[in-house]
């Protein structure tokens, strides 16, 4: 196998990460709505949680783009 191809694959696979931030921040949005629909008056308390979790979820989607970009520019 040729190194460039190699090197396609490879950053192929990184991105993966990215679908799964994708689903990550599917499931934490809706839990929070769900939630927030059975017990109004707690929804306000848990924003907090809600926003850390998308970042974090936010983050590692990132990530997987970075090193996708590096493995393929370096």
Same mark, same amino acid.
């Given at each position: 196998?040729e190194?460039?191809?190699?090197?396609?694959?490879? =950053?192929?696979?990184?991105?993966?990460?990215?679908?799964? =931030?994708?689903?990550?921040?599917?499931? %934490?949005?809706?839990?929070?709505?769900?939630?927030?629909?059975?017990?109004?008056a707690? =929804?306000?308390?848990?924003?907090?949680?809600?926003?850390?979790?998308?970042?974090?979820?936010?983050?590692?989607?990132?990530?997987?783009?970075? %090193?996708?970009?590096?493995?393929?520019?370096?």
């Open positions: 196998m190194p460039e191809a190699a090197r396609y694959i490879g =950053a192929g696979i990184a991105t993966i990460g990215m679908g799964g =931030a994708g689903i990550g921040m599917g499931m %934490i949005f809706g839990n929070f709505l769900s939630a927030a629909i059975r017990n109004p707690a =929804a306000s308390s848990q924003f907090s949680n809600l926003i850390f979790g998308f970042a974090v979820t936010e983050a590692l989607g990132i990530f997987s783009l970075v %090193i996708a970009f590096m493995i393929l520019f370096t």
